[in-house]
């Protein structure tokens, strides 16, 4: 290992679901000579923080165009930067490590915008502020590379999978289940594919705070609740996307409560449709790992117990876990995928994916704004 690759990092994570910052710091290591896998970490310590409700109402209108958007842009830049550089005094204050000893941060920004069919998307953050703040240099800008590179810039973790849990001989599916939901296949033989599946938590936590004015449903006992509308989950699962071969990604943009509602009758019980996005985030994941040894769950909808017991029960006879049994917490996955990254970047490593993306090439992912003097 080289002298720029020791040391730890922090991944920043802030998904679809618009619910948390996610922060893990994470130290990369050799992995022993007996292991099948070519990369090994230690976890040193993992933060989160809600998204206060001001901000995230704010991210959440800039999904669609607005009023003075580009000036909102920015002050909601600012704002999460300020809330990740928090996350990362969090890790700081558990880990004892002060800034000059964290080699950078891979931080993810929040999409607002995700249109790879007009070859762009838009992740807000304020890079140079987030560096200024904490002391540490901040890679970001991830995604733009991939784009320009006519690829779909998601998802982005295969390659970060295919590192840590690739085991020979065994065909293996790691599908996170964040607002949008996406998988990895490991083929056992080095071979690695991973697109969207559609839709996990994004539906199921807007329906719920329009119906029951939380954000989400907690363990999923709202949905629990309901019955599956047989003719309302074949109507979704009919949407072209689904039917559009990988490489392929989604967002916002797609699967909102507009989409929802231009698919319902008028006369479902609430509670009966929470049931059935529920089914439409199960058969949407079925369909991906019907080829695979075992299943393994990360994001965070691995929180909702009524989602994992249904995917288990579709997916069976293939056995399935979430990705703790591989040691690594599900709800860490995503923000060691973007220390991963950003220590990928440090390397020039081309950690861009085309099987998984569509572009035309490896890229080498991310831009660096460098820590100020110190």
Known sequence: MT?????PYIGLMSGTSLDAVDGLLVEFLEPPPQSNHCLS???LGFASRELNGALRDQLFALQTPGFDEIARAAQAGNALADLYAAVVADLQRQSGLPARAIVALGAHGQT??????????VQLLAPARLAEVTGIQVVADLRSADIAAGGQGAPLVPAFHAALFTMPGRRRAIVNLGGIGNVTVLDGRGGVTGYDTGPANV???AWCQRHQSKRFDARGAWAGAGKIIPALLETLLGEPWFATPPPRSTGRDL???LWLEAHLQGNEAPIDVQATLLALTVESVRRTCIEVDEIYLCGGGTANSALVNALAAACAPIPLDLTDRLHLPAQAVEAAAFAWLARERLLLGRAGRPAVTGARGERVLGAVWPAPPR
């Open 255 to 257: 699967f909102n409560l």
């Open 3 to 7: 002298a720029l690759a020791r040391g």
């Open 41 to 43: 970490l230690k976890p």
């Open 203 to 205: 539906l199921l936590d």
């Open 112 to 121: 607002v915008r995700h249109r790879p069919d007009q070859q762009y998307t």
